[in-house]
């Protein structure tokens, strides 16, 4: 049985993963997928990547994307989540800051340099037509966890995180969300090393098709704002609300969409350039 690590964050967006590895639909292939949790987010995985601590990556599509171009050797193979990401802008509960505008020139925090908590930043930034060189300021704190010791003890001022993983949050008063900041992109892709890729094709397809046939049909499994609410401990109204603005893909990401996603990234100054569709992308 060949031995594939896949990672991504632990979040309701993956429990489709979950499932099908809990049914042992990969073993069926001869496929032993071990999934590995990355909470740091997508600058993390990008760093597994490169290190070839795992072989797939299910990660924030600009994050991916401006890591390719600086060098990572992955290729992205299939759009995973086609709808936008709703990123909250949020505070300490008892954080002063009442808008986003009056965090202009503020610290905020990111899990690390290249995450989307970082990017995300600039696009938060560009919305309120603040200058990106001189009105942002990060504070690198790892994860969710960090990221309320440093909201807490005030050496971060803001936060941005998906705003159904952190409304637990908010419900119990240790964040307080002042806004909203969604992707103007798909939010998740699904990247393979390249050298993986070359001699593992066949095995990347029916991974593929595995979790394509469940994300195809995951809102109509039984009860399944029950178990998203249990497994992630979110309030069950919250669930039903995202599963109502969530959409999966099973299908490649579209060259067009490739360009737009550079073009932005390129007038925010996050990326030096731009590459070629098939520079980026593997059409399997």
Known sequence: MK???IGGVPEHFNLAWYLTLKNGEYKN???NLRWHDYPGGTGDMCKALRNSNIDIAVILTEGI??????GNKSKIVQTFVQSPLVWGVHVAHDSPYKTINVLKGTKAAISRYGSGSHLMAYINAKNNNWNLEKDLQFEVIKDLDGAIKGLT???????????????????NEIF???GNCPTPWPCFVIAVREEFLESNEEDVKSILNIVNNTTSEFKEIPSIDRTIANRYEQNIE????WLQITEWSQTIIDKQTILDIQNQLLNLKIIAKTLDYSELVYEL
């Open 29 to 31: 292939k001869g496929i």
């Open 238 to 241: 919250d669930v039903k609300d």
């Open 65 to 70: 994307i401006k890591d390719i171009i600086e």
């Open 176 to 178: 307080r969300r002042i």
């Open 153 to 171: 003890n005030g050496t971060a001022d803001y936060f941005m995180w998906e705003k159904f993983t952190t409304k637990p949050l908010v419900d």
């Open 3 to 5: 031995k594939i690590n």
